[in-house]
Structures are given as C-alpha cells and as structure tokens.
C-alpha cells in the first residue's frame, strides 16, 4: 500500500485504487484535471456529463477552453454559493418527497455538488436521501423513475449476467450493493422499486466514508413480485410475474456472485440489502466463504445496536453479560444483532456463546421463543429457544423475563405498547428501550412515547430519526441507531485494507469503535451515538479499526500495512470540491 514515498497504490487502494481515469486523485486540488475523453466540438456533452459538469461555477478561462462560451449566462458562481442557493431552494419545499427528487435531480447533473450539499448538511439531508423519504420513494418509484442509476439484472438476462455487468461503464467497481427488493425496510415486498435503497445506501458510502462513486455500483436483481398493487400498477418497471423461487432463484443468484468475481476481481465489496429472510441467510451462509460479502440488514444492523449498547453501560452501569436483552422481532435484525451482543460477551467474559445466548431472548409473531416450538422453528432461530413456559404477549414477555433492555426489529408500528414502556420502566430505573424498525411509520414506538410513558427515565434509540422532546423541563435528544452510522467506515476499512473476507471480529471492532466516539457531552443529553455531523471523522476511525484488525487477521491484501491508520483513511476519501480543469 506505502511503496517508498508513495501512499496510494494506483491499483488498489481507495483513493486511487479504484483506476483514476482523469488523475483527479493523484493530482493535487490545485492542479488542474482534463474533463475529457474524446474529442468534442462542444462544451454541451460536458455539461450534461454529472461527473465533471460545475453548472454556473466553470470559470472564464475554463468557458474558453472547453466551448462553454454562450452555453450558460455570463455570471461565474463558486461552489459554495450554488451550495447555498440549492439548500435554500430544498427548504422551500413542504413535502419530504419533493426534496428527495430534488436531491437526485441534482446527484444526475452535478455530482460533486450533490455530494458536498449532502456531507456539509448531513444530518438535514440524510432523511431525505434515506430512510425514512426512501421508503415513499421505493413505493412511487415507478411514477417518479425518470433516469436509471444503477443496473438491473432480471431473469431475462440468465445465462448473461457477465455481458449486463459489462455494461456498467465504470471498470474499477469496489462496492456492489444489491437487493432483490422483497423486504424493502418495513414495507414489504417492492420488487423492481427497491433499487432507490442500493442508490441511497451508496450515496451514503460516498458522503460519509468517502468512497469514489465511480467505484459503487446500485444493482437490482428483479425476479418478478408478488405485490398485487404493483402487478396490477400500469406505472411499475419491473417484471410482471410473481417472484422466482427455489432453483431458478439460486440459479441466477449463483451466476450473478460468479460474474461479478469474474467481472471485477477478489476484492469487490458485495453488500446485501432488504432481502426477504430465508434468502438472507442462505445467500450469506453461502457466499461468505467464498466472497467478501456483508449483509447490511444482519451485520450492519447488529454492528450498530451493539455500538449503541456498549455506549449505554456507561449510563446503565455493568458490563453487557450483567444485562438481559428482549427482542420483539427474530428475522434478519433481530436474530443478527442478539449474535453479535452474545460474541461480544464471550470476548469480554470468555464464556462459550450458547451460555451467553441464555441470556437473549426472542418474541416473534407466535409469542416468546421456546424449547417447546424448537420443532417448528426456522434454522436460524433455533439457538435463542430457551428453557421457558410458552408467553404469547410481549407485555407478559416483559413481566416474565424481566429486560433491561427492549429492542424491537419486527418491522411493524406500535408495539411498544403503554402497558409495554411502564412493565420496562416498573423493572428498570433507566430502561434501555430502541425501536429500530423503518420508516418512522413502522417504529415500535416514538421518542415521545418512550420518554412519557417512562416518565423520563428511558434511554431511547430508534432507527429512523425523531426531534429533541422535552419532558418534564428537560429536553431529551433521541439516538438514531441508523446503519449509516457503520456501514460507511466498514467498507472503507475493507476496501483500503485489501480485505479479502469479511470475519465477525471485524464488525465487533467496527462496534466498539463508533461506541469510542460517544464522549460524557453526549451523555449528558442521553445520547448512546455522536452526531452525524461528525460522521466523516468517526468513519475515518472506524475504517482504521477494522483495517488493522483485518490485517491482524491476515485477511488484508495490501501491504504493508500503512503506520498511520486514521490519517491513511482520510487521505483515502473522497473530496467533492470542484477541480480546475486544463
């Protein structure tokens, strides 16, 4: 990765690893870049290419060089005033949507601008960009599609998957993010319209981890629906036909992890997104050998809300195996992130992990998960079936297993009842209670709800964000255990190592290092993450945290190992501020 003087491997590495076909990398800011690939007679291509097109802040010199002259009004703005001018446009807007499209809008004619507005407002422009306006959009994607960002890949294309990727202009690719759209956050089963989260989540990858969008890669893998809303919609983009299953599914999902191995090597990042369940799992048990393969719903999600427990002792007192943990959901989340908290604790206590399981536990649709049901239970739920009577009420669940903590994943609204916040308030002096299901529409419950009920005593956390609420004279500030807050670092971290694998030491290391960021100031508002304000520098972190723990594990291909991890991983990011050209 350091050869002699040099600290970017042009082949590999983040910053120029990805092939940088203008030398904007490896040039300084100051030096000019040449925006061009062929000839042209014109400057009209160059503005409508969203890589290199600056809108009104192309200088007079660079209007003479590149046949600009005449093409836009005579005024030269700077980067920062375009900034202003479109955040002030994007506030006079009332509904969350019309932002959303707004923000692509631009991502599709000026990119480094669409990038800048979104790392200096970050924490304004991230619902809009994700969850919870993502969702609505997903759900309206085929009224409001109006350019394709992305690939997708359907049945049509079986046995063609290599030549499609092919397709994809962009040779380097170092993150994948895909999704088959059949769980599409709360909302179900979206089919083809899923593909506005493998856009949204690399945007993120871009913004807050600094990875060089030329290097990501949306895809959507369309295997028909069963949504009969979406069947029946004249306005839907996807296949008309409901959903492939069993052989004809892996068949194509085999052809599609094989091509893109061949397609773009060793070391491309495969995230997996909002894939139903028993999907999921298998694809991860799977490909994990094999790939490097990350599943953002099992992994990153867990990663997360472990992050925002070991920040929480520090207000609860005790270490995470003196805590009992109550789940209301056994799917992806649920069971990926009970995993994770019980490999944690066999790292701080050495415990074996089936000890450590006892104390998790798990309410599905069918009540609490026992050693009775284990016969009609799915694979993955199977070690969280505990010696216990059967309880088929979550409220009863709390009274019987006395939490200290409350984590809801089942993806359905509402079900941190009253009743549920006072059993859990009744139990604990500061009950720790997240309800991380998405959209805001599908939250166990609110901030205000867990704040009043509990009489403000709850440490809460949620998945989609809510405002600061005042209880009582005092003003709580809700945490927000948003995957954007991981995910981001991670694949930076992969991505400038080399990694060739994904291990579970390095997502328990990615944990304990966003759960550092929290200092006693965030505490004090009862806040279990930082703000994502800060959430370059805390990626930046993250990214060198599990570098070096990928490289301990001897999983990392680019050596050697740089000596300074956190400046190597800045120096890595992506900058959005314009270059100069010739």
């Given at each position: 990765?350091?050869?002699?003087?040099?600290?970017?491997?042009?082949?590999?590495?983040?910053?120029?690893?990805?092939?940088?076909?203008?030398?904007?990398?490896?040039?300084?800011?100051?030096?000019?870049?040449?925006?061009?690939?062929?000839?042209?007679?014109?400057?009209?291509?160059?503005?409508?290419?969203?890589?290199?097109?600056?809108?009104?802040?192309?200088?007079?010199?660079?209007?003479?060089?590149?046949?600009?002259?005449?093409?836009?009004?005579?005024?030269?703005?700077?980067?920062?005033?375009?900034?202003?001018?479109?955040?002030?446009?994007?506030?006079?807007?009332?509904?969350?949507?019309?932002?959303?499209?707004?923000?692509?809008?631009?991502?599709?004619?000026?990119?480094?601008?669409?990038?800048?507005?979104?790392?200096?407002?970050?924490?304004?422009?991230?619902?809009?960009?994700?969850?919870?306006?993502?969702?609505?959009?997903?759900?309206?994607?085929?009224?409001?599609?109006?350019?394709?960002?992305?690939?997708?890949?359907?049945?049509?294309?079986?046995?063609?998957?290599?030549?499609?990727?092919?397709?994809?202009?962009?040779?380097?690719?170092?993150?994948?993010?895909?999704?088959?759209?059949?769980?599409?956050?709360?909302?179900?089963?979206?089919?083809?319209?899923?593909?506005?989260?493998?856009?949204?989540?690399?945007?993120?990858?871009?913004?807050?981890?600094?990875?060089?969008?030329?290097?990501?890669?949306?895809?959507?893998?369309?295997?028909?629906?069963?949504?009969?809303?979406?069947?029946?919609?004249?306005?839907?983009?996807?296949?008309?036909?409901?959903?492939?299953?069993?052989?004809?599914?892996?068949?194509?999902?085999?052809?599609?992890?094989?091509?893109?191995?061949?397609?773009?090597?060793?070391?491309?990042?495969?995230?997996?997104?909002?894939?139903?369940?028993?999907?999921?799992?298998?694809?991860?048990?799977?490909?994990?050998?094999?790939?490097?393969?990350?599943?953002?719903?099992?992994?990153?999600?867990?990663?997360v809300v472990l992050a925002g427990l070991l920040a929480a002792l520090k207000l609860l007192g005790g270490?995470?195996?003196?805590?009992?943990?109550?789940?209301?959901?056994?799917?992806?989340?649920?069971?990926?992130?009970?995993?994770?908290?019980?490999?944690?604790?066999?790292?701080?206590?050495?415990?074996?992990?089936?000890?450590?399981?006892?104390?998790?536990?798990?309410?599905?649709?069918?009540?609490?998960?026992?050693?009775?049901?284990?016969?009609?239970?799915?694979?993955?739920?199977?070690?969280?079936?505990?010696?216990?009577?059967?309880?088929?009420?979550?409220?009863?669940?709390?009274?019987?297993?006395?939490?200290?903590?409350?984590?809801?994943?089942?993806?359905?609204?509402?079900?941190?009842?009253?009743?549920?916040?006072?059993?859990?308030?009744?139990?604990?002096?500061?009950?720790?209670?997240?309800?991380?299901?998405?959209?805001?529409?599908?939250?166990?419950?609110?901030?205000?709800?867990?704040?009043?009920?509990?009489?403000?005593?709850?440490?809460?956390?949620?998945?989609?964000?809510?405002?600061?609420?005042?209880?009582?004279?005092?003003?709580?500030?809700?945490?927000?255990?948003?995957?954007?807050?991981?995910?981001?670092?991670?694949?930076?971290?992969?991505?400038?190592?080399?990694?060739?694998?994904?291990?579970?030491?390095?997502?328990?290391?990615?944990?304990?290092?966003?759960?550092?960021?929290?200092?006693?100031?965030?505490?004090?508002?009862?806040?279990?993450?930082?703000?994502?304000?800060?959430?370059?520098?805390?990626?930046?972190?993250?990214?060198?945290?599990?570098?070096?723990?990928?490289?301990?594990?001897?999983?990392?291909?680019?050596?050697?190992?740089?000596?300074?991890?956190?400046?190597?991983?800045?120096?890595?990011?992506?900058?959005?501020?314009?270059?100069?050209?010739?």
């Amino acid at each position: 990765m350091m050869n002699g003087g040099n600290l970017v491997d042009n082949d590999s590495a983040v910053a120029g690893g990805v092939e940088d076909m203008y030398g904007e990398d490896i040039a300084t800011m100051g030096q000019p870049v040449t925006p061009w690939t062929v000839s042209v007679a014109s400057g009209y291509t160059l503005m409508r290419d969203p890589r290199h097109n600056k809108g009104l802040a192309f200088t007079e010199r660079e209007r003479d060089a590149h046949y600009l002259r005449g093409l836009l009004p005579p005024i030269v703005l700077s980067q920062e005033l375009q900034e202003k001018r479109i955040m002030h446009m994007l506030r006079q807007y009332k509904v969350p949507l019309q932002r959303y499209m707004a923000m692509m809008d631009l991502q599709e004619r000026n990119e480094r601008l669409f990038y800048k507005l979104l790392i200096d407002n970050v924490e304004e422009l991230l619902p809009v960009v994700y969850t919870p306006t993502v969702g609505e959009a997903c759900q309206k994607y085929g009224s409001i599609f109006r350019r394709p960002q992305g690939l997708y890949i359907s049945l049509k294309e079986k046995g063609k998957i290599l030549e499609v990727l092919k397709n994809w202009p962009e040779r380097s690719v170092q993150v994948i993010v895909v999704t088959d759209g059949e769980r599409i956050l709360g909302l179900g089963d979206l089919g083809c319209q899923g593909m506005g989260i493998p856009v949204g989540k690399l945007s993120l990858y871009t913004a807050l981890g600094g990875v060089r969008p030329s290097a990501c890669l949306p895809i959507t893998i369309d295997v028909g629906t069963n949504n009969e809303k979406l069947l029946n919609d004249e306005f839907y983009i996807g296949l008309r036909q409901r959903r492939a299953t069993g052989q004809e599914y892996a068949e194509l999902l085999h052809e599609f992890m094989s091509a893109v191995k061949q397609n773009y090597g060793e070391k491309v990042l495969i995230q997996f997104e909002d894939f139903a369940n028993h999907n999921a799992f298998e694809l991860l048990a799977r490909y994990s050998s094999s790939h490097l393969v990350f599943n953002d719903d099992i992994q990153g999600t867990a990663s997360v809300v472990l992050a925002g427990l070991l920040a929480a002792l520090k207000l609860l007192g005790g270490t995470l195996a003196d805590h009992r943990f109550l789940f209301l959901g056994a799917g992806e989340a649920g069971t990926g992130i009970a995993e994770l908290i019980a490999l944690e604790m066999s790292k701080q206590t050495g415990n074996p992990i089936e000890e450590n399981r006892k104390k998790i536990w798990l309410v599905d649709s069918k009540g609490l998960i026992v050693d009775s049901r284990k016969h009609s239970l799915q694979h993955f739920k199977k070690p969280w079936a505990h010696e216990h009577e059967p309880v088929s009420k979550l409220v009863d669940a709390v009274k019987a297993i006395k939490p200290t903590v409350l984590i809801g994943t089942s993806g359905v609204g509402k079900q941190f009842t009253r009743e549920v916040v006072e059993a859990m308030a009744s139990i604990n002096e500061k009950p720790l209670i997240m309800a991380l299901s998405n959209p805001t529409s599908q939250a166990e419950c609110t901030a205000e709800e867990a704040y009043t009920w509990s009489e403000g005593r709850a440490i809460f956390a949620s998945g989609s964000p809510f405002d600061p609420f005042e209880y009582d004279g005092k003003v709580f500030v809700p945490g927000q255990a948003n995957n954007a807050y991981i995910f981001p670092g991670f694949g930076l971290g992969v991505i400038m190592s080399g990694a060739i694998r994904v291990h579970d030491d390095m997502l328990l290391t990615a944990s304990e290092a966003l759960a550092a960021q929290v200092t006693e100031e965030h505490f004090k508002k009862g806040l279990i993450y930082p703000p994502f304000s800060d959430i370059r520098k805390i990626s930046a972190n993250i990214a060198a945290k599990v570098a070096a723990k990928a490289y301990e594990l001897g999983l990392a291909s680019h050596l050697p190992q740089p000596e300074d991890l956190v400046k190597y991983a800045e120096s890595c990011m992506y900058s959005p501020v314009y270059r100069s050209y010739r």
